[in-house]
């Protein structure tokens, strides 16, 4: 099953906070909505978010008041969606401790790229791995098997590091397009599985049998380092 990275959106107008929380659900979020700043903490708190989307002016608590509250209890990142677009407004939300700050109207493929982006800069950075007797280290791009160098390519260190991170769940097509390739929809084009099979002729021992890099359900892969056989 893949992991799915969990958004608190915080936002009072119940319109936008359904097309907000319905898009985010289609990019393959796992999200919740509150619309009262009073009851934000807690629900955080209970979700445990990776990201938090934080509109300023909500009833109960200002979303100033939150914005400090939030990073004085949790280093959750969080990107301020608000109309308020006087620059005085968005220093003080930066100095509150917000990650980011876009002001509406907004254009959704932006606001995903924001995103993708904090969370990104905010996941832990795997540095090395061992797969089998291969040993990779991802500050040197050097990915070695007794002693030989596999000679991994930019691509297939990033597409390996994207996996290492992710190892035991799923990781589809469309996810490594948008993140690795860059398109804001995925096309239809064989990129990824063609990157794929060439990674996996350098990383495994049978390429058509793999024990490390897995096919699921032909629209995804898994990464098992110890060589679990089934996912």
Not at 8 to 17: K, Q, S, T
Not at 66 to 89: H, M, N, W, Y
Not at 155 to 173: N, S, W
Request: glycine letters at 6%.
């Amino acid at each position: 099953m893949k992991l799915k990275k969990r958004i608190l959106v915080v936002e009072d107008d119940a319109a936008l906070a359904i097309a907000l929380l319905d898009n985010l659900v289609s990019e393959g979020y796992d999200t919740k909505g509150v619309n009262d700043g009073g009851r934000a903490l807690a629900s955080a708190a209970a979700f445990k978010p990776d990201l938090i989307v934080l509109d300023l002016m909500l009833p109960g608590v200002s979303g100033f008041d939150l914005c400090r509250a939030f990073r004085g209890a949790c280093e959750t990142p969080i990107l301020v969606l608000t109309a308020r677009s006087q620059k005085a407004d968005k220093i003080r939300c930066l100095d509150y401790g917000a990650d980011d700050y876009l002001t509406k109207p907004f254009d959704l493929e932006e606001l995903f790229a924001r995103i993708r982006a904090i969370l990104r800069r905010t996941r832990p950075s795997l540095e090395t791995l061992t797969i089998g007797s291969i040993t990779v280290d991802f500050r040197s791009r050097l990915a070695v098997r007794d002693d030989t160098d596999l000679r991994l390519t930019h691509k297939e260190f990033e597409i390996l590091h994207y996996l290492a991170e992710r190892q035991g769940h799923v990781v589809h097509r469309d996810e490594l397009l948008k993140d690795l390739w860059g398109y804001a929809q995925a096309p239809f084009t064989r990129s990824v599985d063609t990157a794929m099979d060439r990674l996996r002729k350098k990383i495994e021992s049978d390429a058509h049998h793999p024990r490390f890099i897995h096919t699921v359900h032909g629209d995804g892969y898994c990464l098992t380092p110890h060589g679990q056989t089934t996912v």
